[in-house]
């Protein structure tokens, strides 16, 4: 169970990393470009989608629990109005 969760958690932090690093933008011309980076990302939006996933709410986000799928459909959801898609065989 242990190693379920913990493989859950690094899932989720690698799932929020790649939110931020996909809701960053290059700039190629003027201006510093960790400067520009920095300027697109929103604490106040990660800290709400952070709050939201570590909700007791979620129930722990157990594999196969309610709150599985919600984190899972909230996840699906960011990464679309980011303007990504599935991978792979979908069911």
Do not use: Q, W
């Not at 980076?37 to 979620?58: G, Q, V, Y």
């Amino acid at each position: 169970m242990m190693n379920c969760r913990r493989a859950m958690v690094l899932g989720l932090c690698g799932l929020g990393s790649l939110y931020l690093v996909a809701n960053t933008r290059t700039v190629v011309a003027g201006g510093d470009h960790a400067d520009e980076a920095i300027s697109t990302i929103h604490p106040e939006a990660t800290r709400a989608n952070m709050r939201f996933l570590a909700d007791d709410l979620l129930e722990g986000r157990g594999t196969a629990t309610r709150g599985h799928e919600l984190a899972a459909k909230f996840m699906a959801t960011r990464f679309e109005a980011l303007g990504m898609g599935p991978a792979g065989d979908v069911e």
